[in-house]
């Protein structure tokens, strides 16, 4: 059984430029969820999906930020226009609809915007 | 926003001793989890909490669904060195509205001397 997982890794982009991340959920849940983790706090929601349809969306993501899940299987997430305050660890997690709150998350994505 | 205020920021005790720690909300939470991240990583899932009084064990960790849903606790017995991490209580707050939102503390960082 294979995990969360998420690319890349590790993102280093100059400011202004555009940077697109990568989720696939465990295969059986269907709903995912992102999160963005700054050094000492804890995970910050960000937006979430059941199936493909999204259903919640944070006032944290701006304008900028615009997620997908074309197909209810893997996520994408497309910052535009970075800015060095989007730095920060972008979380992806997963769950099934009756324990939405058990969520299983990925590794993550270390974006740095120089 | 809603926040979670965890106890102590920062643990710092030899291997074989036993720990605890808590997190506290202002408002009522209906579901407590408990997570543990390592450097570079994504948080792990360690228990989930359902109902108020409710204990449940994994292994040498036992947590606890306060009383008054508004706390929760985490222990752990015998601490071993890979139990090295940053602890991060969870919940969804039993006002809310969201079905997916997990509300993070700010973590407990621990350090365990051999």
């Known amino acids: 059984d294979t995990g969360v997982s998420q690319d890349p890794r590790h993102k280093i982009t100059k400011r202004g430029q555009n940077v697109t991340f990568r989720c696939d959920p465990i295969?059986?849940?269907?709903?995912l969820y992102w999160y963005r983790q700054t050094l000492g706090q804890g995970p910050e929601f960000l937006t979430y999906?059941?199936?493909?349809?999204?259903?919640?969306k944070s006032r944290l993501l701006s304008d900028r930020f615009s997620a997908e899940r074309p197909k209810g299987s893997f996520s994408t997430l497309e910052i535009q226009r970075t800015e060095q305050g989007d730095s920060a660890m972008y979380l992806c997690?997963?769950?099934?609809?009756?324990?939405?709150?058990?969520?299983?998350f990925g590794p993550g994505t270390r974006l740095t915007v120089t | 926003g809603q926040q979670l205020n965890q106890s102590p920021q920062s643990m710092f005790i030899q291997e074989g001793e036993d720990v605890s720690m808590n997190c506290t909300s202002s408002?009522?939470?209906?579901?407590w989890l408990w997570y543990k991240q390592d450097p570079g990583e994504g948080p792990v899932l360690l228990i989930a909490?359902?109902?108020?009084?409710e204990l449940t064990s994994n292994g040498r960790l036992t947590a606890q669904f306060g009383i008054t849903r508004k706390d929760s606790f985490l222990n752990i017995s015998a601490s071993i060195p890979s139990d090295v991490g940053i602890y991060f209580c969870?919940?969804?707050?039993?006002?809310?509205?969201?079905?997916?939102?997990?509300?993070f503390g700010q973590g407990t960082i621990l350090t365990v001397h051999p």
């Open positions: 997690a997963s769950s099934v609809s009756g324990a939405s709150y058990e969520q299983y």
């Open positions: 295969s059986e849940h269907n709903r």
């Open positions: 999906f059941q199936n493909e349809a999204q259903l919640e």
């Open positions: 408002s009522i939470f209906n579901t």
């Open positions: 909490l359902y109902k108020a009084g």
């Open positions: 969870a919940g969804r707050n039993a006002g809310g509205t969201s079905y997916g939102k997990l509300t």
